[in-house]
């Protein structure tokens, strides 16, 4: 408060002197300097007490007074860098552009993912360590008609219903729109349109709200990163197989989704193939942060500029070495590899317990780089295709594809074979009282087509079992089956018979 009495001894003094008009003046300069003084004041008291939502606090501020509160300000993205994973994730990492003053200034991050995860959010100003978050909120209460009427309960509005308007106090739109008028309560249900004063605060994209504190004020590119849902990558193959069914022209793609509610616009890509643990409620991962000792990068076949492979933890990377636009509610398809001439065996294969009497066709490639690839290839969906006797592509199977190391093998189930068939038949069964029984089998193939082939027959055994004759040679393959490899003649019938004992105890 001001003392008016010392002011008025002062004006009483000076007046005495002759100067009436000039004190007037002083005396009405100094009053308006206090009262500003006084505002100033208790206007930076306020701004010092600042609330929030959810705290995050990545590094204790400064022991020093706040020295202003920037205007709020949406930063523009300059550079993107996204990490997808095959299990509806994606690690997101933005860098942009803001103006900071020295001391406290609220950020409004917009347009970040609508499924982003919160609590996976990393900040960094790579010019300032004393540039950290204090507090974070995320608002995702979007604009949306039921979210305005939501807002507005017990505010006043105005609806137009039936070439008719009404003003007045919503008290509720669950079943029809209820206004407290002037006039008393109407309902209306044949709206045609809702009048409201503003938006109500409410947001048109997810927005993170930051409160950041830098002790050094300026222009710079500071670094986020999150983890959001709905993204994922798949990889297809092609395999063109030649007329002898011993090469296969093999090409490779990439299909990436993006459903995560934002675009990233010339994104620096990476996928990363392999099984990431997670929990329900995610958690920040720094995968994108993990060291790899002596990592190297493996071009993978095909025209440049494409993907490079490396290893990643116990994952693979593949990254694609130029920028691509990721536009949400888009699929995308990105070359990944392609080979040509890749050896390839057509393999019969009967296994009757499972299959009655189809035969499937089995085609087996090595992954390797003698045959031309030898690159880790990620799981996905392989197709095989075969030209006509007019040179026409046509469809003769798929099969899905786990993650494949280099040097292992690719045992592709095509479909069954038309022109073959199998037959199991148990001849004799006889029991070997309370603990086991000896049984006999007769499994019948034969072959229609105009050439010889080679079937593989599977047989499975549980319990402790043993073959007490056969009438082919077979394998052991484990400890529950055994493998039969015989040739059947073009036209012709083979027959395999075999007794099996088996114990229970």
Avoid: C
């Amino acid at each position: 408060m001001l003392n008016q009495s010392i002011f008025g001894e002062i004006y009483q003094s000076l007046k005495s002197a002759g100067f009436k008009k000039l004190i007037s003046l002083i005396v009405i300069a100094l009053l308006l300097v206090s009262l500003v003084a006084l505002w100033e004041n208790k206007k930076e008291s306020n701004w010092n007490n600042i609330e929030g939502g959810a705290t995050i606090v990545s590094k204790e501020l400064p022991k020093v007074a706040l020295i202003s509160l920037a205007k709020a300000a949406s930063p523009d993205k300059t550079r993107n860098e996204v990490t997808v994973y095959n299990q509806n994730l994606a690690l997101v990492k933005e860098y942009r552009t803001m103006d900071l003053s020295s001391g406290n200034n609220i950020i409004k991050y917009v347009d970040v993912a609508s499924q982003i995860d919160p609590t996976s959010v990393m900040f960094r100003d790579p010019k300032s360590q004393n540039t950290v978050v204090v507090e974070q909120n995320y608002e995702y209460d979007l604009v949306s008609s039921d979210k305005l009427l939501d807002k507005y309960l017990d505010k006043e509005i105005t609806v137009t219903s039936d070439n008719e308007s009404f003003t007045g106090r919503l008290l509720s739109h669950s079943s029809g729109i209820t206004l407290q008028t002037q006039e008393g309560v109407v309902v209306l249900n044949n709206v045609k349109k809702i009048e409201y004063p503003d938006a109500a605060g409410l947001l048109t994209k997810p927005t993170l709200i930051w409160q950041i504190y830098t002790d050094a004020g300026g222009s710079r590119e500071v670094e986020t990163s999150y983890l959001t849902g709905g993204m994922s990558w798949k990889a297809n193959y092609i395999a063109t197989i030649d007329q002898s069914d011993s090469k296969a022209d093999i090409k490779g793609w990439v299909t990436v989704e993006n459903n995560a509610g934002t675009a990233y616009p010339d994104a620096k890509l990476k996928l990363v193939a392999g099984d990431v643990n997670r929990v329900y409620a995610p958690q920040p991962y720094n995968i994108a942060g993990m060291p790899v000792p002596e990592a190297t990068t493996v071009p993978l076949a095909g025209a440049p500029p494409g993907f490079m492979q490396e290893g990643l933890f116990e994952y693979h990377l593949y990254t694609l070495q130029r920028p691509t636009t990721l536009n949400n509610n888009e699929i995308k398809q990105i070359s990944l590899l392609s080979a040509d001439n890749v050896p390839a065996k057509k393999e019969y294969s009967y296994d009757g317990a499972w299959n009655g009497d189809k035969v499937r066709v089995m085609l087996n490639i090595t992954n390797s780089e003698k045959n031309g690839l030898g690159m880790p290839l990620p799981k996905g969906v392989i197709r095989v295709y075969k030209a006509d006797s007019d040179g026409q592509l046509q469809f003769l199977g798929e099969d899905s594809i786990d993650h494949t190391p280099k040097d292992e093998k690719l045992r592709i189930n095509i479909g069954n074979a038309f022109d073959i068939v199998g037959k199991r038949t148990l001849t004799d069964r006889e029991g070997l009282g309370s603990y086991g029984n000896r049984e006999s089998y007769s499994i019948e193939l034969k072959n229609h087509k105009s050439e010889d082939v080679k079937i593989i027959v599977t047989e499975h055994f549980y319990g402790n079992w043993q073959i007490i004759k056969a009438s082919e040679q077979y394998t052991k393959k484990d400890a529950n089956t055994i493998e039969f490899e015989v040739n059947v003649p073009m036209d012709g019938t083979k027959t395999i018979t075999y007794t099996v004992e088996t114990r229970y105890q």
